[in-house]
Nanobody, 120 residues
Framework: QVQLVESGGGSVQAGGSLRLSCVVSGYSECKFDMSWYRQASGKEHEFVSAIESDGSTHYGDSVKGRFTISQDNDKNTLYLQMNNLKPEDTAMYYC??????????????WGQGTQVTVSS
């Protein structure tokens, strides 16, 4: 069973920074690609960033140059460093796995989310 637990959200003023964490437990051998999504109130999920098992990273246009995704495989933790935050970054942030390399890994899996609120 795979579980994802996000933390690190909070309320900050525009221009501030936050670092989100996502601890992944279960099936570490599955080598999931990992990603962050967000959902603002009344809107659909929006892709934020992803990191592949080979370390390749990808970012949504709205966060390029401000957010950095990383992972610590020893700690089974995914991070999202968010700098120069803007009010439009306000959303619930979710981490998500891809599909695992073995059939039994299944996926994708989602965390429960952590709220980020940016005030102007």
């Amino acid at each position: 069973q795979v579980q994802l637990v996000e933390s690190g959200g909070g309320s900050v003023q525009a221009g501030g920074s936050l670092r989100l964490s996502c601890v992944v437990s279960g099936y570490s051998e599955c080598k999931f690609d990992m990603s962050w999504y967000r959902q603002a109130s009344g809107k659909e999920h929006e892709f934020v960033s992803a990191i592949e098992s080979d370390g390749s990273t990808h970012y949504g246009d709205s966060v390029k140059g401000r957010f950095t995704i990383s992972q610590d495989n020893d700690k089974n933790t995914l991070y999202l460093q968010m700098n120069n935050l803007k009010p439009e970054d306000t959303a619930m942030y979710y981490c998500k796995t891809g599909v695992g390399v073995f059939e039994y890994c299944s996926g994708p899996y989602w965390g429960q989310g952590t709220q980020v609120t940016v005030s102007s």
